[in-house]
């Protein structure tokens, strides 16, 4: 077995046990990391924050995204096509939807939209913000096109791993929010 085999079978080994860590946890640690990313964005004005529209056991950032709405641009990621970057669809609360591709919602309504900074859903992450995603690579191939927007991942203590089996072409996040505070590059605030 080579070594693409063996990181690809650490890396599927790693996002079941992410997803079974992530399973167990109850809506307090839930809703403490959701409270956190929304006390770190709340002076944000007048700027475009792509969120996520959860699925299955991910950490909600949906009260966030509606208060931030009041001031900001919302918008979420819509797959469109296998192999390229995302695309951010304009999204506010009560906004129409549909399913979209692997089952995320999408708006059916609103304009597509740049972000300045993103809140990104996750499997499991490292303390030096490392982010083990679903292996699509779609926020791989997405943020390097962004620029400099800072991206943040929302997740809960028990998906944090010890280290993020990397490939060359996995994107660090700039910070990862759980119940225990913001991680930046290898320390917790």
């Not at 809703?31 to 007048?46: F, H, I, N, Q």
């Not at 792509?50 to 900001?72: K, T």
């Not at 692997?102 to 990104?120: A, C, K, N, Y």
């Amino acid at each position: 077995m080579g070594e693409g085999a063996n990181l690809h079978e650490a890396k599927a080994q790693a996002r079941a046990h992410c997803a079974a860590a992530r399973e167990g946890v109850g809506p307090r640690q839930r809703a403490a990391a959701a409270v956190r990313l929304y006390a770190m964005l709340r002076e944000l004005r007048g700027r475009t924050i792509a969120g996520y529209l959860p699925i299955g056991s991910e950490v909600s950032p949906l009260q966030c995204m509606r208060v931030l709405a009041r001031d900001n641009t919302i918008c979420v990621p819509v797959v469109t096509a296998k192999g390229a970057p995302l695309r951010f669809r304009q999204w506010w609360p009560g906004c129409p939807t549909e399913t979209g591709t692997f089952g995320v919602p999408v708006p059916t309504e609103g304009g597509w939209r740049v972000p300045q900074i993103l809140i990104v859903p996750l499997l499991g992450f490292d303390a030096g913000c490392n982010r083990l995603g679903y292996g699509g690579g779609f926020y791989d191939r997405t943020l390097p096109g962004l620029g400099d927007a800072p991206a943040f991942g929302l997740a809960v203590e028990a998906q944090r791993m010890v280290q993020v089996p990397r490939e060359a072409t996995d994107v660090r996040l700039t910070g990862v929010m759980t119940e225990a505070g913001l991680y930046r590059q290898g320390a917790v605030e």
